[in-house]
T-cell receptor
Framework: SQTIHQWPATLVQPVGSPLSLECTVEGTSNPNLYWYRQAAGRGLQLLFYSVGIGQISSEVPQNLSASRPQDRQFILSSKKLLLSDSGFYLC??????????????FGNGTRLTVT | AQRVTQPEKLLSVFKGAPVELKCNYSYSGSPELFWYVQYSRQRLQLLLRHISRESIKGFTADLNKGETSFHLKKPFAQEEDSAMYYCALRPGATNKLIFGTGTLLAVQP
């Protein structure tokens, strides 16, 4: 069966420090991968998605970047964190198959607090 | 612009009462719509999708293209239905899923 791992679960970082959140998927190949941010009152905001290795689509201009160095690995990064980067970050995957309406499968999320 | 609107941040009902969680979308093409649910201390997960025309845990949702709505309904709420509910739109043949801001459903005993 497919599983998704996201770490760390919580992170407290000072302003200006770098960030690296990692997400890996097991049990499937060629998944679509997604990073969302969940903020109070703003729901789930799509940050990045990827349909293959090295292919990243950015949905909103921001202080973050994403990379997909391997088929089932998706990394969210920042060179210098801002206070506004605080939030709950969710990684998700979805099967990529033809005319699909396959659902998203979410990880447990990372709670990032920038101080 | 493609958008999903959930006008209610919080919906509080009593057990046994009917529930309707509102969702409106903005998209000019043929949408695919979903409802996701997040129970306390659990992952966000799919509840139902419009294309399946299914009923899950007593919930149903009908796509109304005229009103661009996809409201989630249940005739008799249960306490275990208390959760955060998100409506989501997949615009056409794209790979992204756009979520609304969510509605917290609280079912009182």
């Amino acid at each position: 069966s497919q599983t998704i791992h996201q770490w760390p679960a919580t992170l407290v970082q000072p302003v200006g420090s770098p960030l690296s959140l990692e997400c890996t998927v097991e049990g499937t190949s060629n998944p679509n991968l997604y990073w969302y941010r969940q903020a109070a009152g703003r729901g789930l905001q799509l940050l990045f998605y990827s349909v293959g290795i090295g292919q990243i689509s950015s949905e909103v201009p921001q202080n973050l970047s994403a990379s997909r160095p391997q088929d089932r690995q998706f990394i969210l990064s920042s060179k210098k964190l801002l206070l506004s980067d605080s939030g709950f970050y969710l990684c998700a995957w979805r099967l990529r198959q033809g005319k699909d309406n396959s659902p998203l499968h979410f990880g447990n999320g990372t709670r990032l607090t920038v101080t | 612009a493609q958008r999903v609107t959930q006008p209610e941040k919080l919906l509080s009902v009593f057990k046994g009462a009917p529930v309707e969680l509102k969702c409106n979308y903005s998209y000019s093409g043929s949408p695919e719509l979903f409802w996701y649910v997040q129970y306390s201390r659990q992952r966000l997960q799919l509840l139902l999708r419009h294309i399946s025309r299914e009923s899950i845990k007593g919930f149903t949702a009908d796509l109304n293209k005229g009103e661009t709505s996809f409201h989630l309904k249940k005739p008799f709420a249960q306490e275990e239905d208390s959760a955060m509910y998100y409506c989501a739109l997949r615009p056409g043949a794209t790979n992204k899923l756009i979520f609304g801001t969510g509605t917290l459903l609280a079912v009182q005993p």
